[in-house]
């Protein structure tokens, strides 16, 4: 997002999609006392990375385990967790600064630090993004910290003297004081205004290298302090078809590719504190099915807001090694029409034109598919009465429902496209831009909650503000005993994609609170009760498990006895002239949309007429309106040549009052040839929910396989499937 300040020059031009490059910041400054604070100080220079272990000594003793760090996080499933288990919910801002030239939180030419922060954790902000520079993270590792000409000494005498390094630790024992978490974020290669405009990570004498080993530093000097809980690895890669450079997403190790540069900081930042989380924003643009990213065509894109795009996850998933996986969160970005009006604001849009064009493609589908947490990393804008107020409460109406984590950009009044929660005296709250997040912080009985299990959010003593130990009803720091170990381990239910495992529940001195299971030694999933179904696997492939429970303190007991399960063989569906497979892109299985994919081969050893196929997908209306209408999203063959109908049965049967018909209007397969990817939607014209969870060619699993409960004729006879 833009940041700067009154001495930012303008922007550099050529960005018409998303308009970052044409925007300039506002900082209203009053008074002789500050007149002069807002020169830089004077020529800042890189020094060469140095190993590791040639840091000074100062920051490697600060690796050394204190008593009282047990606030950090990890992932299960979509949710962030406590070591207890407890799920989380981060909420917060942002407050830049520390990226820009100042090298230092903004708005200190003015405002107070203790009384800002105080504010913010007493109004619920639970977690601060703070962006940041890789040059000045070297800076500070070279022993380069300057004193910031940027703070007033007047409104900060506590501050007074005290280098950009020591502000910052001095605001990191604030939020600790005031129940705060921090999440470090670097911003820009360059300590610079406009150093987000840059789409990579590296940048004249930042080399990717020295941005690894800046991550490097800063985790090994922050190691034993669990006020910082987050690290948000680069903000906002970006880059169009035909920009150099750009980021990329793929299974390459090349230089551009963010995939790997975030993979490969998150693993060596885990080396060094395997408890913090690990988040990956997203890129510009994705490749169509079919798409080299050779391609310079803009229409061979999916193109979304910088640090928006995701849909490479699905096919190249981050890895952050073994055991660690369970740090990772996925953080896009999303703005409104007055930070540019993009195509999905034309016409009648809404919160469900939203969630279906944009949000699930590019990001919401990780959530939905349970299969990453996300933090919305920035969000937010002006409070125009209009357009923008209502894609921000269509946002916070989501995030609401999903609990979705996220930090509100910001908390800078001179943010030039979307203002802040404060106003330019950097001291009065918007209470409207307020009051319209407020819903998106994470309360509990009216009062708000830290991420801290001992401090309540807005410090000791506070009337706004509980703690984890509040809400959870405490810790047990005296609790050693793990709970028993779980036995009966077995397979109650198999198919070709997925193994149902159940258990005998362990016992425990104050809670089981949770069981890891683990597939093949590799820990899958954290099951709250004594079952589990794990998806989205082979067919006829054997697979090995083991689980280990876990109790309210954080103790796991040992691994149970090993069970192997080998799932049921994927060829032994019905099969003929035509294979269907199936995946579902929509795991609500309650919600107002069924979303089947579908992708046709020809198993024959004959040419196969596509004019010859129909497809049918049986589903129930479940009241509301009896119309339903039928959308192709996307078809690799090309929309057009499909034909879609909803055909109403003349008596319900089980599982179907209706199908879903498709058919083509042309084109032929090849032996062994498939139609690739054919994207479809069904939606009631009154909008209502289904329930599919009965449907009879409903699946739950997220990748492609054979589905023989989706029907497929040639030339009117039965070739695949079976009917309800």
Request: charged share 20%.
């Amino acid at each position: 997002m833009t940041e700067g300040s009154t001495h930012m020059g303008h922007t550099p031009a050529g960005r018409p999609r998303v308009p970052r490059t044409a925007r300039r910041l506002r900082v209203r400054i009053a008074g002789a006392i500050v007149a002069g604070l807002l020169c830089i100080t004077g020529t800042h220079t890189v020094a060469a990375a140095a190993p590791l272990a040639q840091m000074p000594a100062v920051t490697l003793a600060q690796a050394e385990a204190q008593p009282g760090d047990d606030d950090w996080l990890h992932t299960s499933g979509n949710k962030i967790v406590d070591a207890a288990g407890n799920e989380v919910w981060l909420t917060g801002a942002n407050w830049f600064g520390f990226n820009a030239s100042e090298r230092v939180f903004h708005g200190l030419w003015s405002a107070n630090i203790t009384a800002l922060t105080r504010s913010m954790a007493q109004r619920g902000i639970n977690i601060v993004r703070v962006p940041i520079s890789t040059q000045l993270l070297l800076e500070w590792r070279a022993g380069q910290a300057a004193v910031p000409s940027a703070v007033n000494a007047y409104a900060n005498p506590e501050l007074a003297g005290k280098t950009t390094l020591e502000v910052f630790d001095h605001f990191l024992a604030l939020c600790k004081r005031f129940g705060i978490k921090v999440m470090l974020d670097v911003h820009s290669a360059e300590a610079d205004n406009s150093g987000h405009v840059e789409p990579v990570w590296w940048k004249g004498a930042i080399t990717p290298e020295q941005f690894h080993v800046a991550w490097e530093w800063a985790a090994a000097r922050y190691r034993t302090d669990d006020t910082l809980v987050a690290m948000d690895i680069k903000n906002e890669p970006h880059g169009t078809a035909s920009s150099s450079p750009r980021a990329k997403w793929d299974g390459s190790t090349d230089q551009d590719n963010f995939k790997h540069a975030c993979q490969t900081a998150g693993r060596r930042i885990l080396a060094i504190n395997p408890n913090l989380l690990i988040l990956c924003e997203g890129i510009e643009v994705y490749p169509k099915p079919g798409v080299s990213w050779t391609s310079t065509t803009p229409t061979d894109y999916y193109s979304t807001w910088w640090g928006g795009n995701l849909r490479g996850v699905r096919d190249h998933p981050v890895d952050l090694g073994a055991g660690h996986n369970d740090q990772l969160v996925y953080s896009p970005h999303d703005y409104g029409p007055l930070v540019f009006n993009q195509p999905w604001f034309s016409g009648d849009w809404n919160r469900t034109t939203l969630e279906r064009d944009v949000w699930d493609p590019n990001w919401l589908y990780l959530h939905k598919e349970n299969k990453a947490p996300l933090l919305i990393g920035e969000w937010g804008g002006f409070m125009d009465g209009g357009p923008n107020e209502k894609w921000m409460k269509a946002l916070r109406d989501l995030i609401v429902e999903h609990r979705i984590h996220q930090t509100f950009w910001c908390l800078n009044p001179n943010s030039g496209d979307t203002g802040g929660l404060l106003g330019h005296d950097w001291a009065t709250w918007d209470e409207a831009k307020y009051a319209l997040l407020k819903p998106a912080l994470w309360q509990h009985n009216g009062k708000f909650v830290s991420l801290d299990h001992e401090v309540p959010l807005g410090g000791s003593g506070s009337t706004t503000g509980v703690s984890l130990s509040d809400v959870y009803g405490g810790q047990h720091p005296d609790d050693t005993t793990p709970p028993s170990t779980p036995t009966g381990l077995a397979a109650s239910g198999r198919t070709a994609s997925s193994v149902t495992l159940a258990w005998t529940a362990s016992t425990d001195d104050t809670a089981v609170t949770g069981y890891d299971v683990y597939r093949d030694g590799a820990k899958v999933a954290t099951a709250p009760g004594s079952t589990h179904t794990d998806t989205n696997l082979t067919g006829g492939t054997a697979y090995t498990y083991t689980l280990r429970a876990r109790d309210a303190a954080g103790n796991t007991s040992a691994a149970s006895d090993a069970v192997t399960v080998t799932t049921e063989p994927g060829t032994g569906d019905p099969t003929g002239a035509v294979t269907v497979r199936y995946k579902n892109d929509d795991s609500a299985a309650g919600d107002n949309q069924i979303r089947p994919s579908m992708r046709l081969v020809n198993s024959g050893t004959g040419a196969l007429a596509l004019s010859t196929l129909s497809v049918r997908y049986y589903f129930t209306r479940d009241g509301g309106s009896p119309t339903v209408n039928a959308y192709c999203d996307y078809a690799a063959v090309g929309c057009a040549q499909l034909d879609l109908r909803v055909v109403v049965l003349p008596a319900p049967v089980t599982g179907a009052d209706a199908y879903l018909e498709v058919t083509f209007t042309g084109g032929t397969l090849a032996p062994g040839t498939g139609t690739g990817d054919i994207h479809l939607r069904l939606a009631k014209s009154d909008w209502s929910s289904f329930n599919e969870a009965d449907d009879y060619s409903h699946g739950t699993n997220a990748a492609f396989a054979d589905a023989p409960k989706i029907g497929a004729y040639v030339n009117g006879i039965l070739a695949w499937g079976t009917r309800p």
